[in-house]
């Protein structure tokens, strides 16, 4: 599956940004899917998940209830909202899926996803 991330922008300290992960070739089955994001020099985090069949979600620990991750109907688009953007949140933001249902504990690991998008760039100004 070719994932299309969107969304991302500058927006001042404690706004708000929703991101999108638009599926093509197929859908993103019964499978998984998260966000993952990577700062200048820093190595690629953990920011959610969530797996479709049973709508279980995770989070990184840094999230704190700031952002939420939600599927669309047609199991082709996922949104990451994102509210009281930090500074610290800049970063860009990658989509990854897994076509077949992951075990819980896997869905904050990068190798469980087999496919990964391109990346959208979100910047909070300070």
């Known amino acids: 599956v070719q994932l299309q991330a969107s969304g991302g922008g500058l927006v001042a300290t404690g706004g708000s940004l929703r991101l999108s992960c638009e599926a093509s070739?197929?859908?993103?089955?019964?499978?998984?899917v998260a966000w993952f994001r990577q700062a200048p020099g820093q190595e690629r985090v953990f920011v959610a998940a969530?797996?479709?069949?049973?709508?279980?979600?995770a989070y990184g620990d840094f999230v704190k209830g700031r952002f939420t991750i939600s599927g669309g109907s047609g199991k082709t688009l996922a949104y990451l909202q994102m509210n009281s953007l930090k500074p610290e949140d800049t970063a860009v933001y990658y989509c990854?899926?897994?076509?077949?249902?992951?075990?819980?504990?896997?869905?904050?690991?990068?190798?469980?996803?087999?496919?990964w998008g391109q990346g959208t760039q979100v910047t909070v100004s300070s």
């Open positions: 070739g197929r859908t993103f089955s019964n499978g998984a």
């Open positions: 969530i797996r479709w069949s049973g709508g279980n979600r």
């Open positions: 990854a899926a897994r076509s077949t249902r992951p075990i819980l504990s896997a869905l904050s690991l990068a190798p469980t996803y087999d496919s």
